[in-house]
């Protein structure tokens, strides 16, 4: 009588509560009084609610007690047990063969009763989805998805009495391809997402998606499909979920990039965002921060923050997907700016050179560094893999203007720009400077609607942005041109010396003196100077 009369008066508690919390509190209720079966019944019944209701140290702690005191045989429950406290996929009778791909796992394992079978090896996989994720090797976690998808039917069948597991799992799916660095198949992912028929307790999933989307569309798609987002954003009432932290910093990120701020206000907002407020979103944080900060003309000042977070363990696997790739890419692109081709190359070689981002950026290295038919063949190969992302596209016509000036077709270059002006949406400074300085001031010329690239603040960097023609520099000598194409070469510099008859204090002299020239800094920047001048 005593447990009933609790029992009742926690409902009447819950009745006052928000969904999400109303949720929570009857799973602690029947756990506090012990009522054990109706607690199991209540996280098999909302689980996704329960995780995103309570700290999931909580819940796992809960969960531990459940499964010890009352064993549930074949149940849910005990699948979400194994999955929070086996390290990787959990082998039962040995039906996860190291050797086997989830596929295989599923096939072998389909007919199996519930808590033996198929449930249990893809409550895993989606759990070991989630570490790898978390751990940074998010192209890893995305094959893992790719994997689990064609089993989704069986998935829906086993757990779809879970209130919000489709959605759950599709925003999942969502965020992986994001951090993979595959944002055609994340758009998809979120914009399935937000056909789904959501709970009220919920509703922070599609916000996530929402806002996911809004993060994609705000750094390399369109700007103006990202304030539409963000206001269906906003209209999306908090649940009191841990996450919605997370989801208030990316509301923060998509205003600063989309509101039509000064670029001053709009880093302002940024830096009113505490990094451990940013969980996942740290790749996103600096990619939007780098975009303000060319904005203002500072983009050197993003090199402490890329430094401090490239000693945290968690920013995952160097070169791995978008995660793994947004610090080097950065690294690479103010290179670019400097004029620096020699360190741009060797900051590109640490991304992910599969994904789409890399592979533009690494057509604006190549016309960076005089090899306009090589940019311009990366550029076009891409049109498909850049079509509905419009600032990604921008920067991808950016090669090929180039590319197309370089080689002298003028016009080709006029109808490149053309094309990129017809793309709708607001053109930022750190957009108009992926066009090299040459493509710029013939845009500014021949086309009359061409945006000009305003003067930075004072204080500011200025930024001339990189060169597709040799600026003719300092005239060379005879002898200098023979010690150049001597470097270009692969002899020693004792080599070098003797073949030139000096000595070898004598030959540093002299590389001291060219490089000066030339404006570079080391023997690799030198010969790409000596490309540069077409002088090979």
């Known amino acids: 009588m005593l447990a009933s009369r609790r029992d009742s008066d926690a409902n009447n508690d819950c009745e006052t509560l928000p969904p999400l919390g109303a949720i929570v509190a009857r799973i602690d209720s029947a756990y506090e009084i012990g009522d054990y079966e109706q ?89 070991n989805l989630l570490k790898l994720r978390m751990a940074g090797r998010p192209v890893e976690a995305l094959r893992l998805a790719q994997e689990i998808e064609p089993h989704e039917n069986l998935l829906q ?42 709970p009220e307790p919920l509703a922070f999933l599609r916000r996530d998606a929402t806002l996911k989307a809004a993060l994609i569309e705000a750094l390399y798609g369109d700007t103006e499909r990202a304030k539409q987002l963000l206001e269906e954003a906003e209209l999306v009432p908090h649940c009191g979920s841990w996450v919605e932290v997370e989801l208030d910093s990316a509301t923060k990120i998509v205003r600063a990039l989309t509101g039509g701020l000064a670029a001053d206000q709009a880093l302002e907002m940024l830096e009113t965002i505490p990094g451990n407020e940013l969980g996942e979103l740290w790749p996103v944080y600096l990619d939007a921060l780098r975009r303000v900060l060319v904005d203002l003309g500072k983009p050197a000042e993003i090199a402490p923050r890329l430094a401090a977070y490239e000693q945290l363990q968690s920013v995952g696997s160097a070169g791995e997907g978008y995660t793994g790739s947004t610090i080097p890419l950065i690294r690479t692109l103010n290179a670019v700016l400097r004029g620096d081709v020699v360190e ?11 994904i789409v981002l890399t592979q533009v950026v690494s057509a604006l290295v190549e016309l960076a560094s005089a090899r306009p038919r090589e940019a311009l063949s990366k550029a076009l190969s891409l049109r498909d893999q850049t079509r509905g992302l419009r600032l990604l596209n921008l920067w991808r016509l950016a090669a090929t203007a180039g590319g197309h000036l370089a080689l002298g077709s003028e016009e080709d270059c006029r109808e490149t ?16 400077m992926v066009f090299s ?87 690799a920047g030198a010969v790409l100077e000596l490309e540069r001048r077409g002088l090979h």
């Open 39 to 127: 607690a199991i019944r209540l996280i098999e019944q909302d689980f996704i609610a329960a995780w995103f209701g309570m700290m999931p140290m909580r819940l796992a702690e809960i969960v531990q007690v459940l499964v010890r005191h009352n064993p549930p045989k074949g149940r849910f429950i005990e699948t979400i047990h194994d999955s929070f406290f086996a390290g990787n996929l959990a082998d039962t009778d040995g039906m996860l063969d190291s050797g086997k791909t989830l596929n295989d796992r599923v096939s072998q394992v389909a007919q199996r009763p519930a808590n033996g079978g198929f449930p249990a090896v893809t409550a895993h996989a989606l759990v």
């Open 344 to 354: 741009a190359r060797e900051k590109l070689a640490d991304a992910d050179q599969s």
């Open 437 to 523: 300085a040459e493509v710029r001031s013939f845009a500014e010329n021949k086309l009359p609607d061409w945006p000009k690239l305003e003067q930075p603040a004072d204080g500011a960097d200025i930024l001339q942005g990189y060169r597709i023609f040799p600026d003719g520099g300092s005239t060379l000598t005879e002898r200098e041109l023979e010690l150049l194409r001597s470097l270009a070469g692969d002899r020693t510099r004792e080599e070098i010396a003797a073949s030139m008859f000096i000595s070898i204090n004598t030959l540093k002299a002299h590389q001291r003196s060219l490089y000066r020239k030339l404006k570079v800094k080391s023997r």
């Open 157 to 198: 069948q086993a757990f779809g009495s879970v209130a919000g597991w489709g959605l759950f799992v599709t925003v999942q799916q969502g965020i992986t391809a994001m951090y993979a660095g595959n944002f055609p198949l994340a758009l998809q992912k979120f914009e399935q997402a937000r056909t789904y028929f959501v």
């Open 417 to 432: 720009l053309e094309f990129a002006l017809r793309q709708s949406g607001r053109v930022r400074p750190s957009d108009l």
